[in-house]
């Protein structure tokens, strides 16, 4: 099998992605409702596109990420299984006179992404998906699905296909009341153009600002580095490490993800030790983007 990791590999990939939180939001308040409560411009949502976007709290802070795209007269939203729960309460707790059903549809639909694929298939919801910082292909199904011809990607090769690529995962590199600008979100999932959402006024302090406590990295770090782990920089912690892919095998080091606190913007090297003169072998080394 081809290396699915290397940028110049354009071979086909199909990435099962269940088990996922999927909601359905109907109701003719269902656009202005959902316009209020996430980053994202609503609109961007189609019958052949999804769009990427934040829930926050009142302080701007994360409080979910989805996928949202319109299917006939509602949005299905997908998000991680981790806030099928979370995600559903927090929605319902701002429905107040507005006319929208929110259901849960979680156990009902399998969800693949396809990637380098331009075939679009027959008898299957699907739409146009930035999963992996290019256009993909998000396929929901009521089984499981195998796409004729295309390698399936085992776990190990979308989480080392994500970190080459530099995007974070909820629970790794996402979590609650983390900014979204921090992890790098801020281009693929919020409008400074629409109306009004729940914590946009700090949002739009952050952009004035220009700047974020820390900042998303790709880092080279040695062999046995086990996330999540600090990271230091001549003996004070300087962020750390959230996420290490093997998809270098026989290489003196592995591809990571983490944060560099902004303070250390501008180093290229860490320790993973707090100690001074740390053997060279125990240093993360930043890759450059």
Known sequence: MSNPFLEQDRSPLQIPLSPRAVLRMSGPDRFRFL???????????????????????????????????ADE?????????????????????????????????SDDWTITHLINYDERPTGELFWLTKRLGEQGLDIFSRTELQVEGVTIATEKHYEGLRTFRGIPKWGSELYFGQMPQEAGLENDTISYAKGCYIGQEVISRIKRAGKVPRYLTKFLVPPGTNPPCPIYSNGIEAGEITTVADLLPGESAHLALGYRRRKFKEAESFDLLPDAEPPKSSQATVRIR
């Open 73 to 105: 007269d509602s949005y299905l939203i997908d998000a991680p299984i981790e806030l099928r729960e979370h995600l559903l309460t927090r929605l319902e707790r701002y429905l107040i006179a507005d006319d929208v059903e929110i259901r849960d549809e």
């Open 35 to 69: 316009s209020g409560q996430v980053t994202q411009d609503v609109s961007l949502a189609t019958t052949t596109e999804a769009a990427y976007a934040c829930v926050l709290n009142a302080k701007g802070q994360l409080d979910a990420i989805c996928y949202i795209r």
